[in-house]
């Protein structure tokens, strides 16, 4: 049987605590998937760019999505921007059996931006960064 004295209750909660702030350090909670069709009109999530993984030519991204989009049917024109204050930020949209990332531009400061058809399909985006550090993003979805 276990006894805790004291002490040890006294040092249980804040290692509670502890473990809970890595834990939602190392795994940020994940945006609620959304459904694009004929009705949708436009959606925006909030976050924090980059994350540990280099995705090569797009940066460094987390390892969870920004945000997860599924398309039921072909949408003939939708746009997907991301506004950060500051850093680097980048778009890596992946799905439907494609790639696609956007950059910032350095010149115009022009944030990252993806826009076209999109035909129906699961669709992962990522915020990321160039420079491995993390800064607040809105990343807004539009038809």
């Given at each position: ?9 006294k ?42 993984i ?7 991204i ?24 500051g ?12 790639r ?44």
């Amino acid at each position: 049987m276990l006894v805790f004295t004291r002490l040890t209750q006294k040092m249980v909660l804040p290692v509670v605590l502890a473990l809970a702030i890595l834990a939602a350090i190392a795994f940020p909670a994940e945006s609620k998937p959304i459904q694009i069709g004929n009705r949708f009109n436009s959606h925006s999530v909030r976050g924090r760019s980059g994350g540990a993984i280099n995705s090569g030519d797009c940066g460094f991204i987390s390892q969870q999505p920004s945000q997860v989009v599924n398309v039921t049917q072909r949408v003939n024109y939708m746009q997907v921007r991301v506004r950060a204050s500051g850093g680097k930020p980048t778009l890596l949209i992946r799905g439907a059996n494609r790639r696609f990332c956007s950059l910032a531009d350095d010149v115009s400061g022009v944030n990252p931006q993806i826009s076209g058809v999109w035909v129906p399909g699961r669709y992962l985006i990522y915020v990321g960064d160039r420079t491995r550090s993390r800064h607040p993003f809105t990343l807004t979805i539009s038809k």
